[in-house]
């Protein structure tokens, strides 16, 4: 018998001070059986790191046709392409012909690297990626803050993110290992 998903309701409250947004969110999440708290709370941080009205939680880890978050416009046509993880260099092409925009949030220490390594040549073609690295340190002490039900408050200023909760906060430190463009 398959296991169900562990759903997570997540109040998220947002100050962009590099994109001049500031916006609340009432996030559910569902994670899979085979999802780390590690795995889902990088969703939460790269939704905060690209956080819209429109941006939406998408099937991601369920279906091979969406990704982990995205953002469409009225017309049904992907803005951003948002990937946590390190999906195959197949997938990111395909996500590159259909969205505007595609960011891959790696987070593995050591096997991120080795599978940055192994597609940054064949990554460096495609104009429309960002590829965005979280230290695996950091993404230990993010696992930690899972709970099912959290009030986060995310602070993004020069290119730093502080989440903030009931038991302390943590300073996320990205490195972009591709620009755009």
């Given amino acids: 018998m398959a296991q169900n998903a562990t759903i997570f309701k997540v109040d998220?409250?947002?100050?962009?001070?590099?994109r001049h947004y500031y916006g609340s969110h009432a996030l559910t999440l569902a994670r899979h059986p085979s999802e780390t708290d590690e795995r889902l709370m990088m969703r939460v941080?790269?939704?905060v790191l690209n956080a819209s009205e429109d941006l939406a939680i998408a099937k991601g880890m369920s279906s091979e046709d969406e990704?982990?978050?995205?953002?469409?416009?009225l017309t049904g046509t992907v803005e951003k392409w948002i990937e946590v993880g390190q999906p195959d260099e197949k997938r990111i092409r395909k996500a590159c012909g259909v969205a505007r925009e595609v960011i891959i949030y790696p987070y593995?220490?050591?096997?991120?690297?080795m599978w940055w390594e192994q597609n940054r040549r064949a990554f460096d073609?495609?104009?429309k990626l960002r590829v965005i690295n979280i230290p695996a340190d950091t993404v230990t002490a993010l696992g930690a803050l899972a709970k099912?039900?959290?009030?986060?408050?995310?602070t993004v200023q020069d290119d730093e993110v502080w989440l903030s909760e009931d038991s302390g906060s943590l300073q996320v430190l990205p490195e972009v290992w591709k620009a755009r463009g």
């Fill in 45 to 47: 941080l790269a939704f």
């Fill in 12 to 18: 998220l409250s947002v100050s962009d001070l590099d």
């Fill in 67 to 73: 990704p982990d978050l995205w953002l469409r416009d």
């Fill in 125 to 127: 073609k495609l104009d």
């Fill in 108 to 113: 593995s220490g050591n096997s991120a690297t």
């Fill in 148 to 154: 099912r039900s959290m009030q986060l408050q995310a």
